[in-house]
């Protein structure tokens, strides 16, 4: 139904106005919202609302970073939700000495970081293992930890809420990084790495290419297998950070509700961003403005007395106003 | 009804996957029958029935929408939304309650239609921003709560009585998969369905009326939905804004278990229905585990078994496919 050969398209000496809105569409929202804002919410600019838009933002677009990149290859990735809830209560379990008893601390710690990341990594390799031997398509493979993955997270805690106090692994969400929170450093830095990934590497060009054309890819020697679980890995991983973060800002994990609905956030952040869910495309930073303008139009309705369920469905318009633009303009 | 048996002759792997989960489901069946004593008691089979009509109903509607190739992932939302729709209305009358649960699934249903035949946005998308804004409508409605329905106006009738000894939801969703089967299999626009998802493009050179059908198809889910939503009210006695998460996976499991390919261009009705009860059938079973005390398993076990279970049957179909295309 929807036309992705990029090939196909004649060069345009000038971009027609929809490419224009296309191009920077994601852009002038953002600014409008700004602008919107500063002019209508009380309290605005200040540091107070800053910092929350940014740390809340920040998951976000941390697990849209790999879900980009994912979509990318022509596939999607249905389980980081339920990743996030895995990773969340595998790192209390470490450090709280749960799962196995450590002594020492500050290597408790830094397990806490490092397995449940790896956890989350393991079952996104899982997911690319289903998606590329078996052929099974991205959505349905994707389901399976979509469904398991939280159940796994609530077998593995009872289903009980665990609450903690440790500064050190906390700091992952309440530290500051040269007075930058250090959730919006991680942020950053990411994006950043995926951004050159993108953009400056040759697994960067496979990945596009694989989204592109899968078929050509493979004749041209890419090795397309690969590719494609690298993504779900990277994804998987990214996901698991999320969940760091998410339980380490409340001091509390709570298996049933981290990173609820999360998948959809990420997938509406791609598409607002720019990028083609069809594959083929990755805009990191069109992502990363995405998921800002999400952020925004939320902000904006609650700080304005708006109920969030009305929220929702400002966003399911938002969503379909930007991907319509976006294919518009690629006919044009 | 010897058609309808021939339907599910082996004609392709999709058939080969489809004969699997008929055996899969006899064999579940067996296995409880054996094992547990009440297993095949009418109060089991009944609440059996009963409690999952609404998903057999919800998955029919995407055994359409998946066979055109398209998805649907608002259904759950619009359960919601229409379970809370008719108890707004159940005081007036049960049938105000019924038509306005099925006219708010009809309308979600109709706009997906519109918004991935006219504005051409792929069905994943479209219908993942319905999810989003049936669920906020819900919420908004409902005013953030579960709504109570009316028990004077009858309207609980329609989820909680039997007919000729059957429940109601069971007799609806019977007439439902019937129709469907009729529709699929022995209609023109049936075939026409299946021609789109075979190949969209083709079906148009055709001169099939491949929007008008579409529309329809989303129209039919999101109205299946709306049904569900209807008897998610009027069993429970309320409306709930907030049930229906992961309706549509299950519904989608169902479809996919029933050995109807994702890809679209095949599928079946009847493979769908015993899709839909073999998971049903597999919480059964280990509800019947869980009270029996063979295995403590708790709720949240269950959701791991249901991916395991979702789990092996695409692996095997992917399996079967591999094998028929070499």
Not at chain 1, 180 to 186: E, K, R, Y
Request: with cysteine; aromatic share 8%.
């Amino acid at each position: 139904m929807t036309m992705t050969d990029t090939t196909m398209k004649p060069a345009a000496p000038t971009a027609s106005p929809l490419q224009l809105v296309s191009r920077y569409g994601v852009f002038v929202a953002f600014l409008a919202l700004l602008v919107l804002n500063i002019a209508v919410t009380p309290n605005f600019l200040s540091w107070q609302t800053l910092n929350v838009n940014l740390t809340q933002v920040a998951t976000i677009v941390i697990v849209a970073t790999g879900m980009t990149l994912v979509i990318a290859t022509g596939g999607i990735d249905l389980s980081v939700g339920s990743l996030m809830a895995i990773s969340g209560a595998l790192a209390p379990m470490i450090f709280m000495g749960n799962l196995l008893p450590i002594d020492n601390m500050a290597l408790a710690v830094t397990l806490a970081f490092i397995i449940p990341v790896l956890a989350a990594a393991a079952c996104g390799w899982f997911n690319g293992f289903l998606v590329t031997h078996f052929r099974i398509q991205p959505i349905v493979a994707t389901l399976v930890f979509f469904i398991a993955g939280r159940g796994i997270a609530q077998v593995m805690t009872n289903g009980n809420l665990q609450v903690f106090k440790n500064p050190s692994f906390q700091f992952i969400a309440m530290g500051h990084v040269a007075g930058i929170p250090a959730q919006v450093a991680l942020m950053v830095v990411i994006a950043i790495l995926a951004y050159c990934l993108i953009r400056y590497t040759v697994l960067g060009r496979q990945i596009i290419a694989v989204g592109g054309n899968e078929k050509a890819a493979r004749l041209t020697g890419i090795p397309v297998r690969r590719v494609k679980t690298f993504v779900y890995v990277i994804s998987g991983a990214l996901a698991g950070i999320a969940g760091l973060i998410v339980v380490a800002r409340n001091s509390a994990s709570d298996a049933n509700l981290v990173g609820m609905g999360m998948e959809l956030d990420a997938i509406a952040a791609v598409a607002v961003g720019g990028s083609l869910l069809t594959g083929g495309r990755a805009n990191i930073f069109g992502t990363l403005m995405g998921a800002f303008v999400i952020q925004l139009v939320r902000y904006t309705l609650l700080a304005n007395g708006v109920p969030d369920a009305a929220a929702l469905v400002v966003k399911a318009g938002l969503i379909i106003v930007a991907v319509f633009i976006q294919l518009r303009a690629d006919r044009t | 009804m010897s058609a309808f048996l021939k339907s599910f002759a082996p004609k392709s792997s999709g058939d080969l996957a489809r004969i699997g989960v008929m055996i899969a489901l006899a064999a579940l069946i067996l296995f409880g029958a054996l094992r547990y004593d009440y297993f095949l008691s009418p109060f089991n089979i009944l609440s059996f029935l009963r409690y999952n009509s609404m998903f057999a109903l919800i998955a029919l509607g995407m055994a359409f929408v998946i066979i055109t190739g398209g998805i649907d992932l608002s259904v759950g939302a619009v359960a919601a939304l229409a379970s809370v729709v008719s108890a707004l209305l159940s005081p007036y009358s049960w049938y105000a309650g019924l038509a306005g649960g099925i006219c708010a699934g009809l309308a979600v249903g109709l706009i997906n239609g519109v918004v991935i035949t006219r504005l051409r946005i792929q069905p994943f998308i479209a219908t993942l921003a319905a999810m989003l804004a049936a669920n906020g409508t819900a919420l908004l409605l409902a005013n953030n709560q579960s709504v109570s329905v009316s028990y004077d106006s009858g309207f609980t009738v329609i989820g909680q009585d039997d007919f000729l000894g059957f429940p109601i939801p069971a007799w609806i969703a019977l007439g439902a998969y019937i129709l469907g089967w009729i529709f699929l299999e022995r209609s023109r626009s049936g075939r026409h369905v299946l021609a789109i998802g075979d190949g969209e493009h083709t079906a148009a050179l055709m001169g099939l009326k491949v929007q008008r059908t579409l529309l329809g198809v989303y129209a039919f889910s999101g109205l299946l939905a709306g049904l569900a939503g209807v008897i998610l009210a009027s069993q429970f006695g309320a409306g709930q804004p907030t049930e229906g998460v992961g309706w549509e996976l299950f519904a989608i499991a169902s479809v996919v278990v029933g050995g109807t390919l994702l890809t679209g261009g095949s599928g079946s009705v009847g493979a769908t229905l015993a899709g839909a009860l073999l998971l049903g059938m597999v919480f059964n079973v280990l509800n019947f585990e869980n009270g029996l005390g063979w295995i403590s398993l708790s709720a949240y076990w269950q959701s791991v078994i249901r991916g395991l279970f979702l789990l092996v049957v695409v692996v095997l179909q992917a399996r079967l496919t591999a094998r028929s295309a070499t």
